[in-house]
Structure formats: C-alpha cells, structure tokens
C-alpha cells in the first residue's frame, strides 16, 4: 500500500497509446512561442486557440513540449535541457560525482534486486551527473533577485504571466470603462503588465517563488505568488513494481495537458528513486516531494528510528535528482503535540503524525526544527524552495482554525524568516477542512506571521459530508482562499478520504481546481483573467458553437455533452440551442433589441419611445416573424 | 424542441423499473415522524440513521412518502392528501366546478387528438375537483400569519427544520463551548429551536414562505427563507409526446430522493397540462412553473400575440391544479430593455426576452406589470406563491450588475410590496453569472430593494469558460450566496449551456448544490448544521467506514469509490484508510497522543515534559511498535 497516488489501468489502451494521445493538440489550438528581450533565447510557450470569426484567443499553457507536433520527444532520454545555458552562464555551479546510490534508496531487497536492475536499466537514459553550488555560493533565484540580478527564469515568468496581451486589450477597455469589472484584490497588487523587473522584486522580497531546481534544467520556468495567475498543484505516484516508465510520464503528461502548474510525486514503497528519475527527467513542470516519506522507508517504516543522518541524505538524494521543492513538516514542534489532544480529528497529516510519534517517543524537539538551518545550507545548494508543511492542519470543521493549527503556522512564519536569512525560496502550506466562515482567518494569519510568503492550501474543504464530492467542496473553499490572496490550491479528487484516484479523477480534481483559480484570477483582477470568459461568452452569444467549446477549460466534453443532445454538425452553426430549441431563441430577441437600440441611439427613454413605436410598426409590417429560421434538426 | 428539462433514456430499464429501485430506502437509514403538539395530526418525516457504534443521526428529508416501506402509492391515484383536513378545518375556500379543460391546454392539434386522449384516460385517476377561496376570502398562509394564526403547515415547518435535536445536543455544546464553530449569520437571526411561532412571524413579515397552493394537498410543507435551511430546486421538464406517467413521476422521485427541496416543472410543447396532472398528483414537494411559457404554447410561441385574457386563463389553469408557485417576469419594464443593448450577452431569460419582445413590438409597458394587482387577486384565492423573475439577469460575467440588472430588482422591491398587501407570499430571482467579487453586492442590493423577501439565485457562476462543469462553477458562487443571505439555490447541472441533463446529471447538479446549501448552513451557524459533518468526522477518525458512507449525501458513490480499492468487507472495519494503507495511520498517532494526554491531563508544557519523559519509555519499553495491526489486505 502506498501514500496518496493515483493508480491507472494497465490495460488497453496501453500506456504508449494513451501518452501519444495525450500529446495531441488541443482542437483549433496552436502552440507557439514568445520571444525573450533582456535574454533573446527565451521560448515562453502559449496555447493560440483560432476562432472561427477569425479572432485568435492565447492562453497560458502547462502542458510544456507534449502538445508540440514538432517537438521529438524521447521519454527514456527525458526532455531538452532548456535552462542549461542559462545555469552555465551563471558560473556559480559546478557538476560533482554526487551521492552514491543505494539499494534501500530504492526500498531494494535482495528478492527484488533483478527486478529492480531491470527498471534502473530503463531509465539508464535518464541519468544525469548532478550539480551543485561551488563552495561558498548559492544558486537560488532568491539570491539573485536580491542582488538585482533579472535572470532568464525571471523574464520566462513575465512573459509567461502576461500571455498576448494585445488580444485582450479590447476586453481590458470594456473592463476599465466600468469600475464593477475591474475586480477587487483584497491586498493583492497586480500590475497591468508584469515586468521581469516586477518578477524580480516579488522574488527578492519572498513573495513570489520560482520553484527550480538547477538539477532539473528540462522546467518550463513557473512563478507562484499572490500577484501572478493562482496555480494549482496535482498529486501522483508511483504503483509500486507495477509501473513502467510509460505509466509515470502517462500520468504527469495528462495532469499538465489539463493544467497543472506543479505536480507532486508522493510515491513511497518500492522503487521510488528510479521512479523519480523518470518523472523528474521528463517534467516540464516543477516537481514536490514529501522527502520525510522516503526517509521512514529507510527505517523500515519506524518513525523513532528515523535520525538527522537519514533524513540529511535523503535530502541530498533527491536534490541531486532535480526535486524543485520539498514539503517539510518543520512546524510541528514537541510543545505544540499536546495541543491536539482534544480535537475532533487529532493530526491528519502523514508528515505531521511522522514527526509526533517522533517527538513523543524521543521526547525532544523535532530534528527538522533543530536542524533547520542546516536544511537551509542543503536548500540553497540546489535551490530546492520550501513548501513549509502543515502537519497540525485540521482533518474536520470542527478542528478549523484551533491552537495547535495556528501555532504552527506561527512557527512557520519564525522558519520562513530563517529560509530568506539564506534566501532559500518559500510557501507556506495551508489547510485542510475550513468551514467558509473561517477561512478569511486562514489567510490574514498567514499574511500575517508569514509575511507574504506564498501560501499553498490543500482545499480547503467547506464541508465533512459529501465523500465521493469532495473535489466540489473543496473548490469552493479554494476558490475563496485563492481569491483573498492564496497562489497555488492543491487539488483534491473525487476519490479524497475514500481511495486512490484514477485517471478520470485526476482530471476531475484538476478541472474543479482550474475553475477554481480562474474564478480567483477573476475577482482579484488579474489583468486579462477575464478576457477568455468574456471571448466564451462573446461566442455563445454569436452561436460560435465550436469556439464555444474550444475557449472552455475541457473542449473535449463540451462538445461531446453538445452532442449528445444535437449531434448534427447542422446544429454547430444553428442558432439556437437545446435549451430553448429552435422555435424560440432568446439571444435572438436581443440582436433585435441592440440593433435597434444601435439605429435609434438610445439616450433616454422619449427616443426609446419614439423610436419603439416606429419599430413596432416595422415588426407589424414584417408579420412579427418570431421563429428563428434555422435548417430542421431532430 | 423543449424548454430547459432533463431527458431519461426509455430503454431498460424501465421506468416502472428504476421508479422502484428509487423507493428503496437509503442504507441503514429508516423513515420515522414527529408528532406535533399544537396540532397532533402532524406527521413530520426525518431520515433517522443508525451508526455502528450505536448512535442515531437524523436528517432532513425531500424524499416523501417514496423512501417510507409502509407507504401504499398507486401513481395512478396520486399520493394522499396529507393537508385536505387542515384546509377543510379553515372553512374559508370551496369546491367549484373550475375552468372548462381546452384542447389548447396540451397544445393539442387534430392530429394528436388520439395520442391526447390515450395520455389523459392515464390521468383520469389523477382528475380532482379544485378548490378556491370563499368570496372576499384569502387563503395564503401570510394571510394566516399576520392574523396571529398558527397553521398546520407553520407547525410542520418548525418541526422539520428542528429535526430531533436531542441527537445533536453534544455537539451544539462543543460548538458553544468555541466561538469559532458557531458560524457567522452575516444578519441572518436564527434562533436556536425553531418554534411555530418563529415560523408565523417570519411568514408574516415576509421573510419566510411556505408554497402551499390549497390544490396541492399531497405536499410535506417546507419554508423558504434565510432564517431556515438553505433549500435547493431542481427543474424538469416533460419529453412531449414520448413521456409516461412513469417516467415523469420517475423523474421527480429521483430529483426529491437525493435532495431537491422545490421542483420546477418547466414543461412546454406537448401535453403539458396533462403532464402536469401526473407531477402534482404525485409530488411531495412545492411545484413551480414559468406559466408564460404555456401561455406563449396556447398563441403558437408568437410572443406578440400574447394577451393578458390568455395569460390570466393559464394562471387559473395552473392554480386549479396546484401549482405552488409562478414565475412571473413582470419587472421586464418596457423602459428597461434599452439599458440591455450595450451587454456582452443581452437578455437571456426565456420568460425576459419574450416579454421584451411583447413590449418592443406593441411599444406597451408590460401586461403583467400592468395587471399585477389582478394577477394578486388571482394568487391569493389559490396561495399561489410569487417567484418574481429575473428577466434581465446577466448571461456573462461582463454583465453581472449592470444598471438593466439592478432597475429591475429594485421593480421587483416594489411589486414585492403590492403582493404583500394582498398577503401574497412571495419570493425573488437572482442571477446568474456573477463573479465572487460582485456576489456580495447582489445580495445587499436585494435585501435593500425587497425588504429581506427570500432571494433565490441561480448560481450564481463564478466564470464563463467551464461549459461542462458549470454545476461546479456555479456552486462556487451558490455556497458564497447563501452564507449571505439567499434562501433558495436553483440548481445548474454539467450539461448548461449545452445541452438537456440527463438522470445522471440531475443527480450531479443535486450533489453540487446540496454541498453549496450546506456549507452555507455551515458558515451561517444553522443550529445543527455542522453536528453532521462532526458525526461524519468522528466516524472517520474511528474508522467506522461504513458510517463515513452513510452520513453523507451520497452512500452510494461513496461506498463504491471505497471500495473500488479496498473491496473486502474486513477493509471496512480496517483502522486504516488507502491513502495511507495498513503499514501507517496518522490516525493511529492521534488515539496514542490523545490517550496519553488525558492520563496526564496536559495543563503544561511542564506536565507534557514530564508526562512526555515517561511515555517515551513505556514506548521504548514496548518495542516501539509503530504499525497498525490489521489482517492484510491485498
């Protein structure tokens, strides 16, 4: 058994099949790519999606070099190193021979060591001498940005953060023509245009990261922040000594094709190094790990046994694979423990209760808070970032918000200071289960202790009652948190609480979690969020049905509900829908008010007037023809 | 071609069939009654749920007679009049032979006559004599109220919106003991036992209503307003000629059994009259229509044609047979519609547009805002609750609270008023596409304007690029509205926008909104709202897995997604969960910290340090063991 991971099935279509289909393009979609100015290689890829009224719609783009028919992709040698120049160039890093590799990094027993050599034979490919900072230096993107140092990932960031701008620009004058359209950004403070300047600043003053890892050059380079796009996070791991190559780099192609900004690889049992490399040297997206799982199956599965020494060279081990950045339970503190006796739910998180038993065994302070600058030194070797882990989350309503939730997020505040002592990148993680009542307090306790630190919640979910729903209740909560200032939501699926999810449940989590950004880019604001719903909502006025479908955030099942109902391809022009049908349309009644409105130029109501008395006589003459003539669909 | 209206595939199984499965009561749950004591006739159904551990949860229960094993139904017959003697006992309405029945009031032509005759001999059983007020008499239950009458229907709502409160006393008091999980009602004054007598001065104020057309005996009363639960509706519609009596009821029982409060029969075309025979007969929940929508049937969907005769005919048509409320679009004011003309999406009511083209092509102020005091007098012989509709609502995002908007909400404020001379309850639509930033002022302009007349939105929808995930999208923005303040959320299933729902899509617009109403509930403080999600989160942390299904809103898809990976009856009672598997249980952790914590009755981190000292040896003492013992589970 394993940790929180989606499990797929290795029957027909193959793996092989399903990747090949998962790198088809998006239907009337083109990839293309923006050009850097202060560093001309830049290559900030944009989805272009073609409307069929010959406008052109761009839209930020997760699913890196797989939805590019141009791009030759081999998974057992990884993807291009895209940021290797741009690391060379530094000079501040160097490659070493690195960490010797283990058996038991691998969980390996002698019973499985052939089985084993066969998956590490797979990924020979994939492996890749490790860098790390010279002696002395420090490589993070943190430390750059306080120097004043604008580097390629920075300016990568705001091109990407700002798409084609010019296309929206129709769409932001109708927005700023109106107050009410504009957004209200609850303290957040989003530029019309982000500069890499803007980019640089948020990063200096830790309220942005960019999770990258010199170790995993092959990242299409993201910025999570409260003044960028909300992003959002999708879990996978391994199934064990099921899986191949194929089914991991499925699994990560899929949640990024559907948009996930990060994904977290929380695979623990056997063979989680090897499994590693290939989702690390195939990801175009930033990689997470929880590295406290793959210390305790070094020790067997015993958390007191677990020492400093171990949790140190795991570490090590998965900086040098490339993780760009690691969940670390720091904030559940030996005195905080006691705190959680009364509650509803006690301690729900894994890394949480890891370090609990911990702490009471050994009754002392948790080594990770102990050692934390020396997790610090390791951190800005590869510029690994911390996601700072809430292990003392609430696990039910009834523990939201509670003593020993709040001073732990407190501590985390204490090590996020300590973190930027050595510019090593930070978030915050976030709960949980938060009716919606509660959760303002969430955000302004985080802003408050964590100085604008980027948070990373987890939901949260509003209520305790809708298992097999909980991808729903859920992002109304993270739509809420993302809105008043959080910038990345870890998904939940449908399956939370109860199971492993599958393929579909992945993208059912991942679309719940897309809707729910997008609905917080557009009440913060975010220049241009609001653009594409304005383009969809354009087309569904004008009986676009096809750019309908394409602008959505699944073309695929738009167009297949369409269908179920009016699968003609007379009805994709119709003007009408199967909501009223073709004998009344009333999107067709307001072209008729409009162009009226428009002849007549309607400042007040006497031309109304006037001129309603003239048209009625119009309609009258021309028999008040109210069917709108369409081609007979059954 | 249809209205809105959900679409069941004819084949196997039937609906006789499926009409059958949707009786079966849900798992370890039994149908039982409160008796009144005011009036000792009552009969008020709970869902009482027998947990493992000996416990009892009870819940609120849609489904009527259909989940009670012991209910005799006879859809040809129609259920029992539960409220013929307390309507009887008022002495104040009278039989009367009604209007004469029209071949036009099933759209019926020549050719159909046949097919028309058949449909009816099947509703012959369903035939009933209606009934009206006395002379100069009033019959709606605000008329009741503001007398100082208690009524039958006040007692029952009292009763079923307490549910057995004894069962969650514990929890009400964990609640009290912390601010924090008592809610924040943002104004809303519930108080914490709900006594008739609330219920008569809610109605009487007009912040509460109770449908309850005297014509439609057989229903459960229920109360909208926001001092109450949070309720949903759901809309259905017939499949013309191709329905069955089955297949409507079937469609019904389905929508009540999993949790709508309201149903909206949106039927037009073909046989609606007759169809609407079937529903009412048959339904133990508040029917509402659109009656403009038969009306503009009975002039050949020629919106000019209308007329106020044939408008008021159908109302009268509807009341006889007991419909519970009406939509009624008659804030779409003549001067209004040339505020639309500069929107992205214009009108997109159905009932808004073909008023807005009435009025465009007589250049007249709209009949029914002229006849809205005959429409009153109408209403208040029937108890016909008003739904005033939202003809103007915004369609898209870009034109969510726009001066076309807010115009007519503030008619609607005053029409509220002038059926509130009459004593006509009454109720208020609201959008539609809101971003959550302008939710807020949506609901302040309603409580302004309508004097706290219960509000009920559709959605709102967050965004407009989520077509196929809309009921999600949109529940976003029902969860945020109802903590505000709105009483009633109009449900959105995947298919809006695209296409008629099918039974599954009922079912998943139901789910979305039953989590929207409840976490509302949740953050608003409903007395016992959240002493479910405790329950849920109790059996959770005891592993009672079996319980965890059965307390949510959906047992069924829950206990397949569990067992989906963990098949084996031994898992449910496993002390352990596939997301973390048997080998470890942050649960676990919780029972050793809590255990040892109440031995030691933690004041301080000084008895902590102590107590801390010697749990660590007794764990060291006992070998450490760190796993969960369970029996394997493959």
Redesign the interface.
């Known amino acids: 058994?394993?940790?929180?991971q989606p499990?797929f099935p290795t029957t027909t279509p193959s793996f092989t099949e399903l990747l090949a289909q998962s790198r088809q393009p998006f239907p009337a979609s083109r990839k293309s790519y923006l050009p850097g100015q202060l560093h001309a290689d830049l290559r900030v890829p944009v989805r272009d999606i073609a409307l069929t009224n010959g406008e052109q719609v761009s839209v930020y783009d997760t699913s890196g070099p797989y939805t590019d028919p141009d791009a030759q992709i081999d998974i057992r040698r990884g993807l291009p190193s895209l940021r290797a120049p741009w690391i060379d160039a530094r000079g501040d890093s160097e490659w070493y021979v690195g960490r010797m590799r283990m058996a038991l990094d691998d969980g390996g027993r002698s019973d499985e060591a052939l089985r084993l050599k066969q998956l590490r034979a797979e990924a020979a490919g994939l492996q890749r001498q490790p860098r790390r900072a010279k002696s002395g230096a420090n490589v993070t993107q943190m430390h750059y940005a306080r120097r004043g140092i604008i580097t390629p990932e920075m300016e990568y960031v705001a091109l990407r953060e700002n798409g084609r701008r010019e296309w929206i620009a129709a769409y932001q004058q109708?927005a700023e023509r109106e107050q009410?359209?504009v957004?209200?950004p609850l303290g957040a403070s989003i530029p019309r245009i982000i500069t890499p300047e803007f980019v640089r600043e948020e990063v200096a003053r830790g309220r942005a990261i960019i999770p990258a890892n010199i170790n995993h050059p092959e990242i299409e380079p993201m910025a999570i922040g409260r003044n960028f796009k909300v992003k959002i996070n999708a879990n996978i791991g391994n199934s064990a000594v099921t899986s191949s190559i194929e089914e991991e780099v499925e699994k990560l192609v899929w949640a990024t094709r559907w948009g996930a900004d990060n994904v977290m690889d929380l695979s623990t049992g056997k063979n989680i190094h090897t499994t590693r490399d290939w989702i690390l040297r195939n990801s175009p997206v930033p990689i997470g790990t929880v590295p406290i799982y793959q210390a305790?199956e070094k020790v067997g599965?015993?958390?007191?046994d677990l020492t400093w020494e171990i949790f140190r060279d795991t570490l090590v081990e998965q900086a040098e694979q490339g993780v760009d950045y690691f969940t670390i339970h720091a904030g559940v503190r030996?005195?905080f423990?006691?705190l959680?006796?009364?509650?509803?739910?006690?301690?729900?998180?894994?890394g949480?209760?890891?370090m609990?038993?911990w702490?009471?065994?050994?009754?002392r302070e948790s080594f990770l808070y102990e050692h934390f600058e020396d997790i610090c030194d390791i951190m800005k070797q590869y510029d690994v970032s911390f996601s700072l882990g809430d292990g003392l989350r609430p696990?039910?309503?009834?523990d939201?918000?509670?003593a020993a939730q709040f001073a732990e997020l407190q501590t985390l505040g204490e090590l996020t200071q300590i973190a930027w002592k050595h510019d090593v990148q930070t978030m915050i993680e976030g709960p949980g289960?938060v009716?919606?009542?509660?959760i303002q307090a969430n955000m302004a306790e985080q802003l408050k202790h964590c100085h604008e630190a980027p948070f990373y919640t987890l939901g949260p979910l509003?209520?305790?009652?809708?298992?097999?729903?909980d991808?729903?209740?859920s992002?109304?909560g993270a739509?809420?948190i993302g809105?008043m200032g959080t910038a990345m939501l870890c998904y939940v699926t449908?399956?939370e609480?109860?199971?492993?999810p599958?393929r579909d449940d992945v993208k059912q989590g991942i679309?719940?979690y897309?809707?729910?950004a997008?609905?917080?880019d557009?009440?913060?604001?975010h220049p241009g969020a609001?653009a594409?719903?304005?383009a969809?909502?354009?087309a569904?006025?004008d009986f676009r049905w096809q750019d309908?479908?394409n602008?959505?955030?699944?073309p695929d099942?738009?167009q297949?509900?369409?269908d179920?109902?009016?699968p003609k391809d007379a009805a994709k022009v119709a003007h009408?829908?199967?909501?009223?049908?073709?004998?009344?349309c009333?999107?067709k009644?307001?072209?008729?008010?409009?162009e009226?409105?428009?002849q007549k130029g309607?400042a007040e109501?006497a031309a109304?007037?006037q001129g309603?008395?003239a048209?009625?006589q119009e309609?009258?003459q021309a028999g008040?023809q109210?069917?709108v003539p369409i081609t007979p669909v059954n």
Chains 1, 2 share one sequence.
Not at 1 to 4: T, V
Not at 462 to 469: E, F, Q, S, V
Not at 589 to 594: D, F, H, L, M
């Open positions: 058994m394993n940790a929180p499990e109708d009410r359209l957004g209200n305790l599965g015993v958390a007191e030996l005195a423990i006691h959680t006796a009364q509650r509803r739910t006690g301690i729900v998180s894994r949480g209760s890891i609990a038993k702490c009471m065994t050994h009754h696990g039910s309503a009834s939201a918000n509670d289960h009716p919606m009542h509660l509003t209520i305790d009652i809708a298992p097999g729903y991808h729903i209740a992002a109304i739509a809420m809105w449908p399956k609480h109860l199971g492993l599958d679309m719940a897309k809707i729910a997008h609905a917080a557009v009440a913060k604001g609001r594409r719903d304005d969809l909502s354009q569904r006025f309908q479908f602008l959505g955030l699944d099942t738009a297949a509900y369409h179920e109902t009016l009408f829908c199967s909501m009223c049908g073709p004998k009344f009333s999107m009644i307001t072209q008729e008010v409009r009226f409105a428009a309607l109501d109304l007037a309603m008395q048209k009625a309609f009258q008040g109210f069917y």
